[in-house]
């Protein structure tokens, strides 16, 4: 699979995860495509509207009014509606911090509010959506100290740990669906997306880096974050052997590696950008493989594809239409 | 279901660009009749095959020509000198054989940089240059050679974008000087690396998107978004840390920077407007309730950029002039028969 050459360049781009995405997916169709990115969005919008306001997306409040996010009204039909839990707003102590987290949520809205636009009759209902305890059990499950008491909503530091969570999931979403979009246009949208929420991750990383430089509280974090999202992301290609992929993982905290730059000798880098260390082109996932990491596994039985998938943040599933997700 | 073009103006600069590139074939052609003044690596050289079609070819080695420049940049800035001659040279079969050289200018290691901002230099100087010895390989023996580049084209720049006297009051901008230049420095790049991917993706031939080429475009498309993330963010941050515009004056260097970007890009458009602009200006946030503008989307729907070659070339050249084929960090043009501007 790392065989260069431009024949194997989909194998060689994301270090094999392209083809045998291939093989876990079943057909998708652009509309398919687009309702599984609203659910993400959904996630991903009311996470920042409770964060940054302390309201969901679809009911305004003073703080969300005055930020001028998107009020959502929920016009999405297909699949069942479910209700969001959890979640609050941060007690933000520093202005940087605040301010991201505004412009995230804005931003989140918007694709929530293009989506559904664009989709029309065809979007998904908003499913249910567990923004409260999930944290807790992803946390748990990612090693991460004091996990079973972990909230994202506690403070600064904590809620950029929470944002940590989605932000490089949504890369490797969109990044995943692009080559599945038959309609240019739909490419074209798919790929602005794309740059958004690497804009995001970019933003993410490179605040947790500047607060914690050394790795040791909330950078460290990122790590353990990466290695479980790695790990789950391996369940859902289906029977690859685990050694196999640990050792090339299709995800990496925030932790120094060594390069080498021009013909010198090997130095020092930070890893703000999430991506494959030799040629550095951010990874995608497929459908299967995202699912399970939202829904903490919940995508794969052994080899097997479950569907629906459900847990964690998605404690319904995702609203699909009726072919589902998988 | 209702398509998305309905709401984004990007499929219009697609339509754009295919209009754009053909109008491109038909300029090389004339030029190779009249022979080519000044004939250089960028003289394109290649009549006998009017292509009115963009191959994927071009599209990769067009991103090339830009990752050659962006490697460059960082290279020199993270450790003082710039990619080893085996990452330069020509495939074989490249229409373009000469390789250029850079001109250096005050290019040299950015000095007085902490630890992590040091880490952050190597970090983007690496993957950069891992980008152009991806590309090169994926292009095998038709890799265009690294063209001309002129690094000492920041100080024009700044001057024409008035940055001189709006970032320091005295000297001149210089990009390795110090590492808040340096953010303005690479401030110009990244939002311009990421458009032009987006711009260029959906270009890509139902068989370049088998071969795996979109996925990779896509790919880099998100690291250089990482990359400007990092820069806006840190220009951002710094910023809020100085308390105000006066105080991180590199803040408003940096809008200098995208304001120059827009006017620049006109010459795409007929009627130049700021409904097409494809810029965000960075704000400085000054209380726990005010949004920050780390993204640069648009703000209707928030959707990243795209901008055409030729909105690229027109940035990277530093002319809005249409007909242009070289200039600003390339002075010889790009390695391409793109490297002409046509709108």
């Not at chain 1, 990115?37 to 409770?50: G, S, T, V």
């Not at chain 1, 209700?83 to 940087?96: D, M, N």
């Amino acid at each position: 699979m790392l065989t260069l050459g431009v024949s194997s360049l989909a194998g060689l781009v994301i270090g094999g995860s392209a083809t045998r995405a291939n093989a876990a997916t079943v057909a998708y169709s652009d509309t398919d495509i687009l309702n599984f990115a609203l659910n993400l969005e959904y996630l991903e919008a009311n996470f920042y509207y409770l964060a940054a306001f302390g309201t969901t997306i679809d009911k305004a409040n003073t703080a969300s009014t005055a930020a001028g996010a998107p009020l959502i009204t929920l016009a999405g039909t297909v699949g069942t509606a479910g209700t969001v839990s959890g979640g609050s707003k941060v007690p933000f102590t520093t202005i940087p911090v605040a301010s991201y987290a505004i412009e995230t949520a804005v931003e989140e809205g918007k694709h929530v509010q293009l989506l559904l636009t664009a989709l029309g009759s065809s979007a998904v209902a908003q499913p249910a959506i567990n923004l409260g305890t999930a944290f807790q059990t992803l946390a748990t499950a990612a090693k991460i100290p004091g996990g079973s008491g972990f909230s994202p909503y506690a403070s600064d530091a904590t809620f950029l740990v929470g944002a940590y969570v989605f932000e490089d999931v949504g890369v490797t979403a969109y990044h995943g669906a692009a080559s599945l979009l038959t309609v240019p246009a739909n490419l074209v949208t798919a790929a602005g997306i794309l740059a958004v929420e690497a804009y995001h991750a970019g933003l993410i990383r490179t605040t947790i880096n500047y607060l914690d430089p050394t790795g040791a509280t909330i950078a460290g974090y990122t790590n353990l974050i990466s290695t479980l999202r790695a790990s789950l992301s391996a369940a859902g290609l289906l029977g690859v052997a685990p050694g196999s992929y640990d050792a090339n993982p299709d995800d990496f905290g925030l932790a120094t590696v060594s390069v080498s730059l021009g013909g010198g000798t090997n130095a020092t880098a930070a890893r703000i950008t999430d991506a494959d260390a030799t040629n550095v082109i951010a990874f995608a996932r497929n459908t299967t493989q995202v699912l399970n990491i939202v829904t903490g596994g919940g995508a794969v039985s052994g080899t097997a594809q479950v569907s629906p998938a459900v847990g964690v943040f998605f404690p319904a599933g995702m609203n699909a239409g009726p072919n589902g997700f998988k | 279901m209702t398509n998305l073009s309905t709401f984004i103006n990007s499929a219009t600069s697609r339509r754009r660009f295919l209009a754009g590139a053909g109008a491109s074939a038909g300029a090389v052609a004339a030029l190779g009749i009249t022979g080519c003044a000044g004939g250089t690596t960028s003289a394109p050289s290649n009549p006998t095959t009017p292509s009115t079609a963009v191959t994927d070819t071009d599209i990769l080695n067009f991103a090339l020509n830009l990752e050659y420049l962006e490697a460059s940049f960082y290279l020199y800035a993270a450790t003082g000198a710039g990619l080893q001659s085996s990452d330069t040279t020509a495939g074989s079969a490249a229409t373009y054989q000469t390789v250029g050289t850079v001109t250096v200018g005050d290019a040299a290691a950015v000095p007085g940089l902490t630890a992590a901002q040091q880490q952050i230099l190597n970090e983007i100087a690496f993957e950069e240059q891992a980008h152009v010895r991806f590309l090169r390989t994926a292009l095998g023996t038709a890799a265009i050679p690294m063209p001309d580049i002129d690094l000492s084209f920041f100080g024009p720049l700044a001057v024409a974008a008035t940055i001189t006297t709006a970032a320091t009051g005295s000297g001149s901008f210089n990009p390795f000087s110090s590492f808040d230049y340096f953010l303005v420095g690479a401030f110009i790049f990244e939002d311009v690396g990421v458009t032009a991917y987006s711009g260029a993706a959906p270009l890509i031939s139902a068989a370049g998107v088998t071969a795996g080429y979109l996925t990779a475009a896509a790919g880099i498309l998100a690291v250089e978004a990482y990359h400007a993330g990092y820069i806006r963010t840190s220009l951002t941050g710094r910023a809020i840390a100085a308390g105000s515009a006066a105080a991180y004056p590199y803040l408003g260097a940096a809008n200098l920077v995208a304001d120059l970007r827009a006017t620049l890009t006109v010459g795409d458009s007929a009627a130049p407007s700021t409904s097409g602009s494809v810029e965000t200006s960075l704000t400085l946030p000054t209380s726990l309730t005010t949004p920050s503008a780390i993204v640069a989307a648009s703000a209707s729907d928030a959707v990243g950029f795209s901008r055409t070659v030729n909105q690229v070339l027109h940035v990277v050249y530093g002319s809005p002039t249409v007909g242009i084929g070289k200039g600003g960090f390339f002075p010889n043009g790009v390695n391409s028969p793109l490297a002409i501007t046509t709108a």
